[in-house]
């Protein structure tokens, strides 16, 4: 076995290996709070924008490519049918002259009959030694061969000239079909150019009937405004006028009270009224200090009731804590009973221990001891 030091397929470590640079680059641009924006990609966005551009680059390259190749292989097909075509007329060429050279009818074994015995080969051997097997000319062979060479002619140029006009009938036809598409194509077209001259008539009205509606929304809107800053106008100038000749500016002190006959409730008009009067001052007076004096009953019997209940906290605080020491004296009591009988316990057990250590466990084993054991594989 020979070692070959083949190479290793990367092609997977480089695809891990970019995916995780392009998580890297996008949580960066994710978690970057200078650069981040609330609901907007910036650089994403101009990303995209020079992708879509690099790929319309692309596919016009592509495309240019792929015209450039059809080219190619049209003037490579072009190329090869002016070659077929040349190889042909130079082989029709070539078999016409070796007609014309070595398959002459001048040259045949009949050309004595067919040409008239004219550079026909002599035949040297007597004719009582030749056979049937020998003889070229029968009798009623060639009998008016002539008239069926002219009526073969005759046929030939027939065929020819039934040829010629079906040929011709053919193109006519064609062409007939052909003057008939193109009609047919000029009239769509004129149809076409006539429903689009229509669209655009229509699309005319309708920008010139929907210029005129907006116009007229405009002018209304216009006028509504004007009537709206005139009937604003109006009630300011009747805001200001009843303000002017009202009680308030004319400051008319009966205007502040009303409900005074009927038996109603006099009431007071806060928009009207312009302070009190002395009657009312002194009453006033003589409330606030009824008030004070009542303030003051009511304080002093709070300062007593306070004293009450600071006295009654204070015999609850001091029976409390009464009762707190108690219970403190007795976790003392309880805590050193405890001490006791761990320190008589701890005296049990060193007692025990050195009962082991000096009297029960005496000899101690050595290394020559535990090196005994797994000294071996079995």
Request: hydrophobic share 30%; charged share 35%; glycine share 4%.
């Amino acid at each position: 076995m020979y070692k070959v030091d083949l190479p290793l397929n990367q092609s997977i470590e480089k695809a891990v290996e970019r995916r995780r640079f392009a998580e890297t680059v996008r949580k960066a641009r994710i978690f970057n709070t200078r650069l981040r924006v609330m609901g907007v990609d910036v650089d994403a966005l101009h990303q995209q924008v020079q992708e879509k551009k690099h790929q319309k680059d692309m596919e016009q390259r592509r495309d240019q490519y792929f015209d450039k190749l059809g080219e190619y292989h049209e003037n490579l097909q072009l190329q090869q049918d002016t070659d077929e075509r040349q190889k042909q007329e130079a082989l029709h060429r070539d078999l016409v002259q070796y007609w014309a050279t070595q398959q002459r009818m001048e040259d045949s074994r009949d050309a004595d009959l067919k040409c008239g015995l004219k550079g026909a080969s002599r035949i040297t051997v007597q004719e009582s030694e030749l056979g049937p097997a020998s003889m070229q000319v029968f009798q009623g062979e060639g009998v008016k061969e002539g008239q069926k060479k002219r009526e073969e002619i005759k046929r030939t140029q027939t065929d020819l000239q039934a040829q010629k006009e079906e040929n011709a009938r053919r193109r006519m036809g064609n062409k007939h079909r052909e003057n008939v598409r193109t009609r047919e194509v000029m009239h769509e077209d004129l149809r076409n150019v006539q429903q689009a001259a229509l669209v655009e008539e229509c699309r005319r009205a309708t920008r010139v009937a929907l210029d005129n509606y907006n116009r007229a929304l405009a002018a209304e809107q216009v006028e509504n405004t004007r009537e709206q800053q005139r009937r604003e106008e109006r009630e300011n100038f009747a805001e200001i006028r009843h303000t002017l000749t009202s009680d308030m500016m004319t400051e008319r002190a009966g205007a502040a009270e009303t409900g005074l006959e009927g038996g109603i409730i006099p009431r007071v008009l806060t928009d009207r009224w312009k302070g009190l009067t002395p009657e009312q001052l002194s009453a006033i007076r003589r409330e606030r200090e009824a008030q004070c004096l009542e303030r003051q009953r009511q304080r002093d019997a709070e300062t007593i009731q306070d004293a009450a209940w600071d006295f009654q906290l204070m015999k609850l605080s001091t029976a409390a804590e009464d009762e707190e020491t108690k219970t403190a004296e007795l976790r003392r009591q309880r805590r050193i009973q405890m001490d006791q009988y761990n320190m008589q316990l701890a005296k049990v057990l060193w007692a025990h221990q050195d009962f082991l250590n000096q009297k029960l466990y005496t000899n101690k084993p050595t290394k020559d001891y535990f090196n005994q054991f797994n000294s071996s594989s079995r």
